[in-house]
């Protein structure tokens, strides 16, 4: 196939026409309309991690629906299913498009300025999208840009849509997303206006009161979309009219890319495979969303970052995790600050899964509860779902991307506890370089001991163990790309601490590690010998195990930590 043949692949990109009509390949998800319209209930809730195709999916349901797209439709949707398959609903509706991510969250007053802003400023570019099907389309448009009241603005829209006899669908994108900047702010001012906003006689609380009322006459179905389902008990009978399909098997693949959509996606988009140089499902695949999901999925946005750079750099791709997937960490802060919270956090990166259960909905005054702690890990695309035991899940990682974003957390818990963690990027780079290429180990764990283990505060001593220090190890090794470092990776004889596989940008590095952890409290220091003996003694299984036996290539390493200033190695 010749260059030019080859489709554009989409990353960064959520616009549905300019898809389609700039010959992007779109993983056709269109199939999904006819489910959707056979719903019983119309007004339909649904949750899934940030960059995993949320926005393009609305665009596409908003080009579908539009009465004002219908001279499109063949051009947009006559190569995909439900141009095949069109439902008599297709581009019959007035399409009202809400985003609420951006509004002003530092004040009670500015969200009110922003909120309100927003819903006119939406409801005037519904009515401008569609001046050429609504004859007196002025008149609407005057009387909304002189009007204050966000219910008068919505009735507006409506009106609009009844004089040429449509209905309204109302798309709410990122339905959560200041109630998720005000809750990270973690103060109880942040609380006080999610409180005023929501609850009571709060502005949102209104808007979607005016919602479930227009339900009634002008409103043919809505749809939200968000990250979380946070809001839907602190609006209660504010709109407790949606079905929330979030969790319902059926729609697990809904969002995210199979294994077959991504081979597709590499042959439209012409990816050479003989380029593809790591473990694409070590690094993306992992996503479900219910236990009996037919198949699991790839965070869409990480995968089109990985493709892009596999078509776009010269020389292999160095940069394999995308930075715009970190959540961020102060959305995380106040919620950690739970000791309890801060030990699940620890459990899970130390053993990546924990059994729990996943909460459809909960509300703010429960946000902090360590029982919804894992539920919040798990819309946050921090956890997925592994495997059901009984009435409750196991919960794991999803894959190794997500697995460095914990052990960044860990540091920044730990950096938060102690303000005298030290970061030395050159001498970091140093030690990890003398590990690698001439076989020392001693430079990095130096490094380690002066500048992260013997500034760890009280609070983090106290219950200090191996898990502990090896995720702090985790993180460091991490930052160089010598090697992939690995936790808890499974060997037929066990679990090893940190295998260092040498990098997919360096197989000439000479050696690979496998390190085992183990810490002595300084009090304790006659259990030291059976530590070297038990460390000793598990690298022997790794040694001879099926993964490593006859490997000369491989070094194995017992690092002893001795209190929080000293430790020892002893190569086997």
């Known amino acids: 196939m010749e260059a030019n043949k080859y489709k554009r692949l989409p990353y960064g990109n959520s616009n549905f026409e300019r898809l389609i009509e700039e010959n992007y390949a779109y993983v056709d998800k269109t199939h999904f309309i006819e489910m959707l319209e056979k719903e019983n ?7 899934r991690p940030r960059k995993f195709g949320k926005s393009l999916f609305f665009s596409m349901l908003s080009h579908y629906y539009d009465i004002n797209r219908a001279g499109k439709f063949e051009q947009l949707f006559g190569d995909l299913y439900i141009g095949k398959h069109p439902t ?32 006119r400023q939406s409801v005037l570019i519904c009515l401008e999208r569609h001046k050429d099907c609504i004859p007196n389309i002025r008149e609407f448009f005057q009387e909304c840009k002189g009007q204050e009241s966000i219910a008068e603005m919505l009735n507006i829209a ?16 990122e339905y959560d997303h200041f109630a998720n900047d005000l809750i990270a702010l973690g103060t109880s001012s942040g609380d006080n206006v999610y409180r005023k906003i929501i609850r009571a006689n709060g502005l949102v609380r209104d808007f979607y009161e005016t919602l479930k009322t227009g339900s009634k006459t002008f409103i043919d179905r809505i749809m939200l979309t968000g990250i979380m389902p946070i809001m839907l008990d602190d609006l209660t009978s504010g709109f407790n009219i949606s079905n929330n399909l979030s969790l319902k098997s059926q729609y697990n693949e809904m969002l995210g890319f199979t294994k077959e959509e991504v081979e597709w996606l590499m042959e439209m988009g012409g990816v050479d495979k003989s380029l593809i140089d790591i473990d694409i499902d070590f690094y993306y695949n992992g996503y479900l969303f219910h236990e009996k999901g037919k198949h699991r999925v790839y ?27 970190k959540t961020d960490y102060g959305r995380l802060r106040t919620l950690i600050a739970n000791g309890t919270n801060s030990e699940q956090l620890l459990e899970i990166t130390e053993n990546n899964r924990i059994l729990s259960t996943v909460h459809p909905k909960f509300s703010i005054d429960e946000l902090h509860n360590s029982e919804n702690f894992t539920s919040l890990m798990y819309y946050l695309g921090l956890l997925t779902i592994e495997k059901a035991e009984y009435e409750h899940v196991w919960l794991k990682i999803p894959n190794y991307s997500i697995r460095t974003i914990y052990w960044e957390y860990i540091l920044k818990l730990s950096r938060d506890r102690s303000k005298d963690i030290m970061i030395d990027n050159a001498r970091q780079m140093r030690g990890m370089s003398d590990l690698a290429l001439k076989g020392d180990p001693k430079p990095f764990l130096d490094y380690m001991s002066e500048n992260f283990i013997s500034k760890l505060s009280n609070r983090d001593l106290e219950n200090c163990d191996e898990k502990y220090l090896k995720v702090l190890l985790l993180y460091s090794l991490n930052q160089s790309r010598l090697f992939t470092p690995i936790s808890e990776m499974e060997i037929s004889t066990g679990y090893a601490d940190i295998y260092l596989k040498r990098s997919h940008l360096y197989p000439d590095i000479p050696w690979e590690w496998i390190w ?4 002595v409290k300084k009090s304790n220091v006659k259990s030291i010998e059976a530590k ?26 017992s690092v002893i930590f001795i209190g929080k200033d000293k430790y020892e190695i002893i190569e086997n």
């Open 532 to 557: 070297r003996d038990e460390a000793h003694a598990q690298l022997e299984k790794y040694r001879n195990s099926h993964l490593f036996a006859g490997r000369p290539d491989v070094r194995y390493l």
């Open 299 to 325: 965070n869409p946005s990480m995968m089109l970052y990985y493709f892009d750079m596999v078509t776009t750099t010269e020389g292999g791709t160095k940069y394999i995790i995308d930075d715009n997937l």
């Open 88 to 119: 008599p609903k297709h581009n019959s509706m007035v399409v009202l498009n809400l985003d609420f991510s951006g509004l002003d969250t530092t004040s009670e007053q500015g969200f009110q300025l922003s909120f309100t802003g927003n819903i």
């Open 158 to 173: 409506f009106r609009a849509a009844e004089s040429i006899g449509c209905k309204v669908f109302v798309i709410i994108d």
């Open 516 to 519: 085992e952890i183990k810490y």
């Open 41 to 47: 209930n119309t007004y339909l809730f649904f949750t």
